[in-house]
């Protein structure tokens, strides 16, 4: 029994490829602060909680987090597709000369979609970095103005400073010395 294997061919619109490809382009605003805030002593619980609330508002609205998070998402989808039209012009360019100018254009485009995604979904995540930053400096300002304090976590990335150990001294003893002289007279 012969059986031949036929390939099937399965078609994913590109609304699809296009909206997974701008996916990592999104950026949240931050929800809250990554700094540690204390009470400062003897303050009561809710006291603190209150100074909490007010402080995460006052850094939200100080920050505009929602009008920066839109607009670096925006700049995000731009860049992908910017991506994509540079990369089907340079692809129909070179399928032009190589005598396929369809082809050229079509991988072009799937290129520059990638690397136009990938350079946006970069761009967003630095952005959300400034965001968050800009929160904590605002989260910190006004906690430590209402007499708390902030304990900050070490920052990842960051190596300690390297510390130098010299090597222990070693002793070596000289050679024995082997004297061939001629015997004294007595």
């Known amino acids: 029994m012969i059986s031949r294997m036929k390939p099937i061919r399965v078609a994913i619109p590109v609304s699809i490829v296009v909206a997974l490809a701008l996916g990592g382009c999104a950026v949240v605003p931050p929800s809250g602060p990554s700094v540690v805030a204390l009470p400062r002593s003897g303050e009561p619980l809710n ?95 006004c906690m430590t103005s209402k007499g708390n304090t902030i304990s900050q976590p070490p920052m990842a990335g960051y190596a300690p400073q390297p510390v130098y150990v010299a090597p222990p001294p070693r002793y070596v003893a000289p050679p024995p010395v082997i004297m061939y002289a001629p015997y004294p007279r007595y």
Do not use: E, K
């Open 47 to 141: 006291q603190f909680q209150q100074d909490d609330y007010t402080c995460r508002d006052y850094a939200f609205h100080s920050t505009d987090a929602s009008g920066a998070a839109q607009s670096a998402t925006a700049n995000g989808v731009n860049s992908a597709a910017l991506g994509t039209i540079g990369g089907a012009a340079v692809g129909a360019l070179i399928g032009a000369a190589t005598g396929n100018p369809a082809a050229g254009a079509a991988i072009g485009a799937g290129g520059g979609l990638l690397v136009g995604s990938s350079a946006g979904a970069n761009g967003a995540q630095a952005s959300a970095m400034g965001m968050q930053a800009r929160y904590d400096a605002a989260y910190a300002q």
